[in-house]
């Protein structure tokens, strides 16, 4: 049989593909062969390339057939199935053999492409600002416009050794990102000495806490040794970032997620308003803590965070869903947020969370 990387390239779909990524497409599932009435095992947005025989797809509840084609062995191009919709199911006519693309592998490769083509494009500073942050937390979520537009907006610093970024108690003014070199972050102790909370690297981020609670800081960030920094002032960091990465829920909404086990509450407040009062089932992860206690957390899960007034709680879930987690905070109503604390709201989430927990003996 012809190389099947050159039947895709004849389409126009895999035609501007390099080699490198077609391989990669075709080794993993990898090209499979079926006889007659075998059926084929596909996802949602996955793509099926007939490469030679018979198939047809139908709908699980026995209608119609909603497609079928079949290709000769000697076909110049292979027949592409693009759209599966759910529901779903395809089967084998006769004898074929065909390869299973999964849709976000293929998206993720023709994305990439499009956007290394984008970047030549670019002025020389904003080309190297966009592809480092496309590898970079949080940015990673983020469509390649929205990416170029942060890089636009951003400035390059060369920063010394042993310079302090920020300052604990400094007032919030600029987000950073570590394009080159690594720093230090370290917090006063009550005998007025730095304690090393820990040490971040290239691709991290910084400063984010004091711009999301208008607050100052709460660290030093201290550069180990000679870097690169990419910075951006707070009003561009609430024109381009914050809105992205704060996901929003209303109450009602976390409450009924909460009474099916589909979320876990997080109290982002300190210990002692924990033990003054708390929500039933929260677990209590003060936001100076979040960033190292992040790696805990099951990606897999959602995760609804609150404080008092909504400040606290936003920084914390930027800093979750910059770690990749699935955090949300409760929706702003008018000027300000519902308080996770009021009479009404404690209520209807107590009673939530005591409906969805186990009775304690």
Request: with cysteine; proline share 5%; net charge negative.
């Amino acid at each position: 049989m012809e190389p099947v990387t050159s039947k895709l390239r004849r389409t126009r779909l895999f035609a501007q593909v390099p080699e490198a990524g077609l391989v990669s497409l075709i080794e993993r599932p990898g090209v499979t062969s079926g006889a007659a009435r075998d059926p084929v095992d596909v996802a949602p947005g996955d793509l099926v390339v007939l490469l030679e025989g018979g198939l047809a797809m139908s709908s699980n509840d026995g209608g119609d057939h909603l497609a079928a084609f079949s290709v000769d062995e000697g076909a110049r191009e292979p027949a592409i199935l693009y759209t599966i919709p759910r529901g779903a199911s395809l089967v084998l006519t006769r004898p074929s053999v065909y390869l299973v693309i999964e849709g976000e592998r293929l998206d993720a490769l023709l994305s990439g492409e499009q956007e290394q083509r984008s970047l030549a494009a670019l002025q020389d500073g904003v080309r190297i600002r966009a592809a480092s942050l496309v590898k970079a937390d949080p940015f990673k979520q983020m469509s390649f416009t929205h990416i170029v537009r942060c890089a636009e907006a951003m400035t390059t610093h060369l920063i010394p050794g042993g310079t302090d970024v920020v300052r604990e108690g400094d007032p919030g003014d600029y987000f950073y990102v570590i394009e080159r070199g690594s720093a230090d972050i370290l917090r006063t102790n009550d005998k007025g000495d730095d304690d090393l909370v820990a040490t971040i690297e290239a691709g991290a981020t910084f400063g984010e806490e004091a711009l999301l609670q208008n607050s100052t800081r709460n660290a030093t960030v201290r550069m180990r040794e000679d870097g690169e920094l990419f910075r951006l002032a707070k009003s561009d960091f609430d024109l381009l970032l914050k809105s992205k990465l704060l996901g929003d829920i209303s109450a009602e909404a976390a409450a009924e997620k909460l009474r099916q086990g589909k979320a876990d509450l997080i109290d982002c407040r300190t210990d002692e308003e924990w033990e003054l009062w708390r929500l039933p089932s929260a677990r209590l992860m003060p936001l100076e803590t979040i960033r190292e206690r992040t790696r805990g957390l099951d990606p897999n899960r959602e995760y609804v965070a609150y404080c008092r007034t909504g400040r606290r709680s936003d920084a914390a879930v930027f800093l979750m869903r910059q770690a990749g987690l699935k955090a949300l905070r409760i929706r702003r109503v008018g000027a300000g947020y519902i308080d996770p604390l009021s009479p009404a709201l404690r209520e209807r989430m107590r009673k939530a969370i005591r409906a969805a927990s186990p009775p304690t003996t």
